[in-house]
């Protein structure tokens, strides 16, 4: 990896990641690498720096920042030679926590960028549109809507503060699914399809999901009241909440979810109203590891 396209989001992480860029860029160039900065001035324009970068034969994408930003990097790689990699700078991190690198320094996270495992991961597909981590397609969408729409607090508070302003509102939805061909109707507040197991920073919503095992794993909960799922939400830090018993677990390869009035988000970034349907693509895009997955 001797020529190396750094994307990068400057408002992540509450404006971290330009430091974290400055950091690691220069860690890179220490160890021989050439390395140019793409900065974009919007989603738009940043995935348009990483698509030209692809096309143009960059040795690796690295994106800095959090998983908005490794999002774009996904989609532009997705289906190419190019590997893609992380240094971490943003509020949520769940694509770090899913890659191994986690609480990784911006020095420790360009050695992996050089000396790391290229590895082939899944991920999800909905139409145009990919996803590495979690697809969101109730509660936890509209809780993610609102925290867009949030200007204060600042970090994991505004997605704290969102999630109590959606319970008081909370009702269940009726839901169509349809997984590997079998329908399934219900009525739920929360459906999620993990190719990773977390969302959220650091909540395990589907928390046996493996981004390399070919399936998606599903989490659905039942119709709760509000008051019951204020006691659910602390479990879910910990994947426990699937103990309870209005919360389901299943896998499937292919995922089809209808109910009206929701805009699915996928890795925290609005992605389709519904209905859609989730294909999980096995080894759709080379990511640069600390170790080989299991």
Not at 68 to 93: E, S
Not at 98 to 117: F, I, K, Q, W
Not at 240 to 263: C, D
Request: hydrophobic share 40%.
């Amino acid at each position: 990896m001797r020529d190396i396209s750094l994307l990068v989001n400057p408002t992540s992480g509450k404006g971290r990641a330009r430091e974290a860029a400055r950091r690691a860029a220069e860690r890179l160039r220490r160890d021989g690498a050439s390395v140019t900065e793409l900065v974009g001035t919007g989603a738009t324009h940043a995935a348009r720096l990483a698509e030209h970068a692809v096309a143009s034969g960059t040795d690796a994408l690295v994106a800095c920042g959090g998983d908005g930003i490794m999002n774009i990097a996904l989609r532009a790689a997705v289906g190419t030679v190019t590997p893609i990699g992380l240094i971490p700078a943003g509020t949520g991190n769940d694509y770090a926590r899913m890659l191994g690198l986690h609480g990784s320094d911006p020095e420790d996270a360009a050695r992996v960028v050089l000396a790391g495992v290229t590895s082939a991961i899944d991920a999800g597909r909905c139409g145009e549109q990919w996803f590495g981590t979690v697809l969101s397609c109730g509660f936890d969408a509209k809780v993610n809507e609102r925290t867009n729409r949030m200007s204060w607090p600042r970090g994991k508070w505004r997605y704290n503060l969102a999630v109590v302003a959606e319970l008081a509102k909370l009702r269940p939805l009726d839901y169509r699914l349809e997984l590997d061909g079998e329908s399934w109707e219900t009525s739920a507040v929360l459906v999620a399809i993990g190719n990773g197991p977390s969302y959220g920073g650091g909540m395990r919503i589907c928390p046996e999901a493996s981004y390399v095992d070919g399936w998606f794993d599903v989490t659905v909960i039942g119709p709760v009241a509000a008051r019951r799922l204020i006691r659910l939400l602390p479990t879910v830090y910990d994947g426990r909440h699937v103990e309870y018993s209005q919360v389901t677990t299943v896998r499937a390869r292919r995922v089809s979810v209808s109910t009206p009035g929701v805009t699915a988000y996928g890795d925290g970034e609005p992605l389709a109203r519904l209905p859609l349907t989730a294909e999980c693509v096995p080894g759709a895009v080379n990511v640069l590891v600390p170790s080989e997955p299991r």
